[in-house]
């Protein structure tokens, strides 16, 4: 049956505190809205209509490729759904309702869902789960056959129904011909004023019809969030399951919880990660690495074999074989080649450092090609920048920069030159030669007898 999901995303998110509207909180690093877009589209969704009001234009520019429907006014989730209304008129198989405020969904429950759903004769069903604390949740209120009656509000409900633990997921399959004469019937005489999306369930047993309550097996991929306490709440689940998924595949990770890996990372076998490390956005690491303790990587390129630790790299790429740390910052623009080795306070920036090289302490090399197996002594620093424009450093393979060396760019130093210690370059250094540029040492003799 067609499949095709609508996404409620326009309350403010009052109980966040924040300027950022709600949805665009992330969690796992991604916005938790888009974790619920591409738990739907796994599930086969055809189409995704959002609902956006509160921090519109900020949500439409972090989210692509689906429909925008505006909430002028959060006048409930049964009024967001309302105002979708027209997205929906030719549509006649299943509509599946979901909040942007349940990150943790799996394409895999949903599939469950919408197939129970699918598979029964029901007009409605919603997903429900058994919340060890239900606080702020709508509970879901069976007959004693155990069919669904109703879903009550916390703020409505009674002491006895508070104690129900079964709540409202906020995900529902409506039978897409069915929902929106219900919704026109919604009232909004309730304890918070607001018309409810799941009052439209019990309009629509009244009205004859069957609404099916398909409980989820694990009740941590239903978690809303509403408050940072929550946020944090469902960061620490994803965190703990990205871990595992990782470790299912092959990879160590010696302490998962101080290791903080992004959704959509990827990880080879047999690389150990260390503690305190954070892998985050598209970072790709290859096999057989040992990353961290204390690494930061966003947006990394690894190849395989790689060690690194105590250091913070980003957009950049690391080849196979490199000893990286400790403290690297490796900035955007960086290829740093098979084998080189760089650590000990050296800072790399646009730049591509050749296979085998070594920058073994206290760098600083901005836009700079450099080749193979060339050393740079310790101290070293590209002068790319004039105040005005940036100029870049060629250096030729097999080059030996000496210690405390300045290279003011533009300038080339070719292959197998030698460059002495101290020396400020401010011009082309050929082939094979040796540049010197630095006052020559005079001595000068007696000088403690004449000072007394
Ligand atoms: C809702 C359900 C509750 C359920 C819980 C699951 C209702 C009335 N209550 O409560 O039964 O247990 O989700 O997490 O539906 N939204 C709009 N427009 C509005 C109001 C809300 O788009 O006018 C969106 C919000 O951005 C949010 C979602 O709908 O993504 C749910 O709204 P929220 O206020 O978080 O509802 P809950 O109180 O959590
Ligand atoms: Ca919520």
């Given at each position: 049956m067609s499949l095709e999901t609508l996404i409620l995303a326009a309350g403010k998110g009052t109980r966040m505190k924040s300027k950022l509207p709600k949805v665009l909180h992330k969690v796992g690093g991604k916005p938790m809205i888009q974790h619920v877009i591409d738990a739907a589209r796994g599930a086969g969704s055809s189409r995704e209509v959002v609902v956006i009001g509160s921090g519109a234009e900020l949500v439409k520019k972090t989210i692509q490729n689906v429909e925008f429907v505006l909430q002028e006014e959060q006048l409930g989730t049964g009024h967001a759904v309302l105002s979708a209304k027209e997205k929906f008129t030719d549509s006649e198989g299943t509509i599946l309702i979901l909040c942007g405020d349940t990150p943790l969904l799996t394409s895999n429950l949903l599939k469950k869902f919408t197939a129970a759903h699918d598979a029964s004769n029901c007009a409605a069903?919603?997903?429900?789960?058994?919340?060890?604390?239900?606080?702020?949740?709508?509970?879901?209120?069976?007959?004693?056959?155990?069919?669904?009656?109703?879903?009550?509000?916390?703020?409505?409900?009674?002491?006895?129904?508070?104690?129900?633990?079964?709540?409202?997921?906020?995900?529902?399959?409506?039978?897409?011909?069915?929902?929106?004469?219900?919704?026109?019937?919604?009232?909004?005489?309730?304890?918070?004023?607001?018309?409810?999306?799941?009052?439209?369930?019990?309009?629509?047993?009244?009205?004859?019809?069957?609404?099916?309550?398909?409980?989820?097996?694990?009740?941590?991929e239903t978690l809303g969030i509403n408050s940072r306490v929550q946020l944090a709440a469902a960061d620490r689940v994803f965190r703990m399951k990205k871990n595992n998924e990782l470790m299912d595949e092959g990879v160590t990770i010696v302490d998962p919880n101080t290791t903080f890996i992004d959704v959509d990372v990827e990880i080879g076998q047999d690389t150990i990660i260390y503690p305190n490390t954070y892998i985050e956005?598209?970072?790709?690491?290859?096999?057989?690495?040992?990353?961290?303790?204390?690494?930061?990587?966003?947006?990394?390129?690894?190849?395989?074999?790689?060690?690194?630790?105590?250091?913070?790299?980003?957009?950049?790429?690391?080849?196979?074989?490199?000893?990286?740390?400790?403290?690297?910052?490796?900035?955007?623009?960086?290829?740093?080649?098979?084998?080189?080795?760089?650590?000990?306070?050296?800072?790399?920036?646009?730049?591509?450092?050749?296979?085998?090289?070594?920058?073994?302490?206290?760098?600083?090399?901005?836009?700079?090609?450099?080749?193979?197996?060339?050393?740079?002594?310790?101290?070293?620093?590209?002068?790319?920048?004039?105040?005005?424009?940036?100029?870049?450093?060629?250096?030729?393979?097999?080059?030996?920069?000496?210690?405390?060396?300045?290279?003011?760019?533009?300038?080339?130093?070719?292959?197998?030159?030698?460059?002495?210690?101290?020396?400020?370059?401010?011009?082309?250094?050929?082939?094979?030669?040796?540049?010197?540029?630095?006052?020559?040492?005079t001595n000068i003799e007696v000088w403690n007898d004449k000072r007394k």
């Open positions: 069903t919603v997903l429900t789960a058994k919340m060890p604390d239900a606080t702020g949740y709508g509970r879901i209120i069976r007959n004693t056959d155990g069919t669904f009656k109703k879903i009550v509000e916390e703020k409505d409900a009674n002491e006895f129904e508070k104690k129900i633990q079964e709540v409202n997921a906020g995900c529902y399959c409506f039978d897409a011909k069915k929902l929106f004469g219900a919704l026109e019937k919604v009232k909004n005489d309730n304890a918070q004023g607001e018309y409810y999306l799941p009052d439209v369930l019990t309009i629509l047993l009244d009205a004859g019809e069957k609404i099916g309550a398909f409980r989820a097996d694990y009740a941590d956005g598209n970072t790709t690491i290859g096999e057989d690495c040992a990353i961290g303790p204390n690494i930061r990587f966003v947006n990394m390129k690894v190849g395989n074999k790689v060690t690194a630790h105590f250091s913070y790299c980003h957009e950049a790429e690391i080849c196979d074989g490199v000893t990286l740390g400790p403290y690297v910052h490796l900035r955007p623009g960086t290829t740093i080649g098979e084998n080189v080795k760089i650590g000990n306070f050296v800072e790399v920036k646009n730049s591509s450092i050749g296979e085998g090289s070594k920058l073994p302490h206290l760098q600083y090399i901005g836009d700079t090609d450099m080749g193979n197996g060339v050393n740079v002594g310790c101290g070293t620093v590209t002068c790319n920048y004039d105040g005005k424009s940036k100029y870049r450093t060629t250096i030729g393979d097999n080059a030996f920069i000496g210690c405390n060396t300045n290279l003011v760019a533009p300038v080339k130093v070719d292959d197998g030159a030698y460059i002495a210690a101290g020396s400020t370059i401010t011009k082309d250094v050929p082939k094979d030669n040796l540049a010197i540029a630095r006052a020559r040492q």
